[in-house]
C-alpha cells in the first residue's frame, strides 16, 4: 500500500491549492480526483475576479494550477474515493482499484448541481435536460425551453437563454424569487420570457428528446391550476448546488444542507480530516477562498501528520 | 467488429478543452479504436442524428449501433469502461 504524508479528497481549486502548500512543506501528497480536475470552474469562460488575472478561462487556470501543481511534486490519480477510514497511525483511503494510506486528510470534495431528484431526469440528461444554459443554449436556437428555480443561477440563465431561444419559461415554486430584484426587472423586460410561478416539474416527457414537462401546483402559490403541461425542448435546471459529501456523512460531522462542519480553520470533527472549499461550512463560495481554505487545511494537516 | 468512439465538442466549451488530453490519451493507448471528434458548431447535423444536446458528450458505437453514452466530464479509466460494452 502506497503511503502519503497528506491525501486530498477532490482536484478543484481547493485541493489542488492544498497540494501546492503541502509539496512547499516538502511532505508528499495525493490528489484523487474522480472525473478531470478543475472542479466548478472549467465552465466558467471569463473570470473577472481571480486576482492578477484578468478575463483569464476557468480552464486555462486550472491548466496553470495543474502544472503548478506537479512542478513541484505533487501527485494526482484519477480515482474515486469510495471510503475514509481511520487506521493505526493515520488513514486508509479506498478508491474503486486501490487503497492507499496517509498521515492526514483533506477533504475537498466541493459540489455539483442539484437535481430535481425526477426518475425522467437522469434519462433525459444530454438529451434536453442540462445544468448549464452557458454551455448548452447554443443547442435551443429558435427552440422553447423551460428554467426551473428562483435564485440568481435561474434568473441568470432565463436572461442568457431569453437572448438565443424563442421562448423562456422560467418557473418556480413560489410567488417571490430568491434571486436578486435587478434581475427580476430585467427578465420582465423580455418579451419572451414567461413566469410560471407556483408550480414545480412532475415529470419530463419525450421520445428520443425532451418534448414537453409536467407541472403541479406547488400549493404556495393561491389560485393556480392543479398542474399544467409546457411544450418545449429543453429544460434547465438551476435549483443550487449541493455538496459531494454523502460517502463522508460517517467520517465527519455535516450540518443539515451535507457541508462539513469546519470554521475557518479547517478542522472537523475527525483528527487529522481537514475540510476545505466549496464542501465546508462558509458564507462565501468563491475561487479565492476555496484556494485560501486549502493553503490553511495543508497548513493543518502537515502539522497533524508530523505530530 | 469495429468499435468508434465519437466525441462531440465545441471550442467554446470548457469541460470539453479539458477532455481532449484524456481523449489524445485513450487514442495512444488503444489505437484499435475509431475515434472520431465532431465540433457541433459545423457538424450540427451529426449532433442532430444522434440526439446529442449537452457536451461533451461521448458516444460509443459497436458495428455502427450505439452501446454507450456518457455526458461530462469523464476519466480515462470510464472510457475505457465504456469501450468494453
Known amino acids: 500500500m502506497k503511503h502519503y504524508d497528506v491525501i486530498v479528497v477532490g482536484g478543484g481549486i481547493a485541493g489542488m491549492t492544498a497540494a501546492i502548500y503541502v509539496r512547499r512543506a516538502n511532505k508528499t501528497v495525493l490528489v484523487l480526483e474522480g472525473r478531470t480536475y478543475g472542479g466548478q470552474i472549467i465552465n466558467t469562460l471569463n473570470i473577472e475576479n481571480w486576482p492578477g488575472d484578468m478575463g483569464v478561462s476557468g480552464v486555462d487556470l486550472v491548466q496553470k494550477i495543474y502544472q503548478q501543481m506537479t512542478e513541484l511534486g505533487a501527485k494526482m490519480e484519477f480515482e474515486t474515493v469510495t471510503a475514509v477510514e481511520r487506521s493505526d497511525n493515520g488513514f486508509m483511503v479506498k478508491t474503486e482499484d486501490e487503497t492507499y494510506t496517509a498521515g492526514a486528510v483533506i477533504l475537498a470534495v466541493g459540489a455539483e448541481d442539484k437535481k430535481l431528484g425526477l426518475a425522467s431526469e437522469e434519462k433525459f440528461t444530454g438529451r434536453g435536460v442540462s445544468y448549464c444554459a452557458t454551455c448548452d443554449g447554443a443547442f435551443y436556437k429558435g427552440k422553447k425551453v423551460a428554467v426551473i428555480g428562483g435564485g440568481n443561477t435561474a434568473l441568470y440563465d432565463a436572461l442568457y437563454l431569453a437572448d438565443i431561444v424563442e421562448k423562456v419559461y422560467l418557473v418556480h415554486r413560489r410567488s417571490e424569487f430568491r434571486g436578486d430584484a435587478v434581475l427580476v426587472e430585467r427578465l420582465c423586460g423580455k418579451s419572451n420570457v414567461e413566469f410560471v410561478l407556483g408550480y414545480v416539474p412532475e415529470e419530463i416527457v419525450g421520445g428520443k428528446k425532451v418534448s414537453g414537462v409536467r407541472l403541479v401546483s406547488s400549493g404556495k402559490v393561491a389560485d393556480v391550476k392543479d398542474g399544467m403541461d409546457l411544450d418545449i425542448d429543453g429544460v434547465f435546471v438551476a435549483i443550487g448546488k449541493l455538496p459531494m459529501t454523502g460517502g463522508f456523512a460517517g467520517l465527519v460531522e455535516l450540518d443539515t444542507g451535507g457541508y462539513i462542519k469546519a470554521a475557518e480553520d479547517c478542522v472537523t470533527s475527525c483528527p487529522g480530516v481537514f475540510a476545505a472549499g466549496d464542501c465546508r461550512v462558509k458564507d462565501m463560495r468563491q475561487l479565492v477562498t476555496a484556494a485560501a481554505d486549502g493553503a490553511v487545511a495543508a497548513d493543518k494537516a502537515v502539522n497533524y501528520s508530523n505530530n | ?85
Not at chain 2, 16 to 25: F, I, L, R, S, W
Not at chain 2, 46 to 64: N, T
Open chain 2, 1 to 85: 467488429m469495429s468499435v468508434e468512439l465519437i466525441d462531440f465538442y465545441a471550442d467554446w466549451c470548457g469541460p470539453c478543452q479539458m477532455m481532449k488530453p484524456v481523449v489524445a490519451e485513450l487514442e495512444k493507448v488503444h489505437p484499435e479504436i475509431k475515434v472520431t471528434s465532431v465540433n457541433i458548431d459545423e457538424e450540427d447535423e451529426l449532433a442532430e442524428k444522434y440526439g446529442v444536446s449537452s457536451i461533451p458528450c461521448f458516444v460509443v458505437l459497436r458495428d455502427g449501433k450505439e452501446v454507450a453514452r456518457e455526458v461530462g466530464v469523464v476519466p480515462l479509466k470510464k472510457l475505457e469502461k465504456m469501450l468494453e460494452k
